[in-house]
C-alpha cells in the first residue's frame, strides 16, 4: 500500500529566505505526487504535482518541486518565501499501479510559517 | 467555471442525531470523491463515486454512513446516529478522467457533534 511521510511538523523560515518542506513516498510502482495547500478552516487548494517527466515541477504562487526517486522524495520548495505562504502543507501520492481506483494517500501535514 | 461547492460549511449537531451534507463538484467531473479530515492529520479517503456509481468506501466508512449521487452530478453524504467521534471536517472533492489525475476539493463541512 502506498504512504507518505513528511517528517516535520512545522518549518519556521524568514521572509524573503527560501524553504522547503520535506515529503518521502513508498508506493509499489511509479508514483503520481501532489502537494496540497490549506489555509485556516479552508479547504485544500491543488498547488502542483509530478506525473512524468521533468523531475523538476514548477505549480502555483511560485512553488516548485522536485521529484527524486533514488531518494524516494518529492520536496516543496520556494525560493523566497512570503509571510502570506504561511499555511498548513500537504503532500499526497497516488500509486498508478493500482489501476482501478485513484484513491489519494496523505501524509500528516507540515505546517510553515514565515515570520516577517 | 466554478470549483467544488459543500453545504453547509458548518454544522453543530447532538450526538444521535442525523447530519447530511451536499457536494456540488466541478460541472463535467465525472469522479467525486468524499474525505474526512481531523484536527492534526491529513485527510482520509471515505468514498468514490464515478458518474453515479460508488466504486469504493473505505472501512472508516462504518453503517451509519452513507453516501449517494443519483445522477452523477451532485452528491450527499448522511451520517446516522452521529457521535462524538464523527466530529471532523468532511471534504468533497472531483476530478475528471484524463486530467492528468488532479483532484480539487471544496471547502469542507465542519461537523460537530455535542
Known amino acids: 500500500a502506498q504512504s507518505v511521510a513528511q517528517p516535520e511538523d512545522q518549518v519556521n523560515v524568514a521572509e524573503g529566505n527560501p524553504l522547503t518542506v520535506k515529503c518521502t513516498y513508498s508506493?509499489?510502482?511509479?508514483?503520481?505526487l501532489f502537494w496540497y495547500v490549506q489555509y485556516p478552516n479552508r479547504g485544500l487548494q491543488f498547488l502542483l504535482k509530478?506525473?512524468?517527466?521533468?523531475?523538476l515541477v514548477k505549480g502555483s504562487y511560485g512553488f516548485e518541486a522536485e521529484f527524486n526517486k533514488s531518494q524516494t522524495s518529492f520536496h516543496l520548495k520556494k525560493p523566497s518565501a512570503l509571510v502570506s505562504d504561511s499555511a498548513l502543507y500537504f503532500c499526497?501520492?497516488?500509486?498508478?499501479?493500482?489501476?482501478?481506483?485513484?484513491?489519494?494517500?496523505f501524509g500528516t501535514g507540515t505546517r510553515l510559517l514565515v515570520s516577517p | 467555471d466554478t470549483g467544488v461547492s459543500q453545504d453547509p460549511r458548518h454544522k453543530i449537531t447532538k450526538r444521535g442525531q442525523n447530519v447530511t451534507f451536499r457536494c456540488d463538484p466541478i460541472?463535467?467531473?465525472?469522479?467525486l470523491y468524499w474525505y474526512r479530515q481531523t484536527l492534526g492529520q491529513g485527510p482520509e479517503f471515505l468514498t468514490y463515486?464515478?458518474?453515479?456509481?460508488?466504486?469504493?468506501k473505505s472501512r472508516l466508512l462504518s453503517d451509519r454512513f452513507s453516501a449517494e449521487r443519483p445522477k452523477g452530478s451532485f452528491s450527499t453524504l448522511e451520517i446516522q446516529r452521529t457521535e462524538q467521534g464523527d466530529s471532523a471536517m468532511y471534504l468533497c472533492?472531483?476530478?475528471?478522467?484524463?486530467?492528468?489525475?488532479?483532484?480539487?476539493f471544496g471547502e469542507g463541512s465542519w461537523l460537530t457533534v455535542v
Open positions: 463515486f464515478q458518474n453515479e456509481a460508488q466504486l469504493e
Open positions: 460541472s463535467e467531473h465525472n469522479r
Open positions: 508506493v509499489s510502482g511509479n508514483p503520481y
Open positions: 499526497a501520492v497516488r500509486d498508478p499501479m493500482n489501476t482501478g481506483f485513484q484513491k489519494l494517500v
Open positions: 472533492a472531483s476530478s475528471l478522467t484524463g486530467d492528468g489525475n488532479t483532484i480539487y
Open positions: 509530478y506525473i512524468t517527466g521533468d523531475n
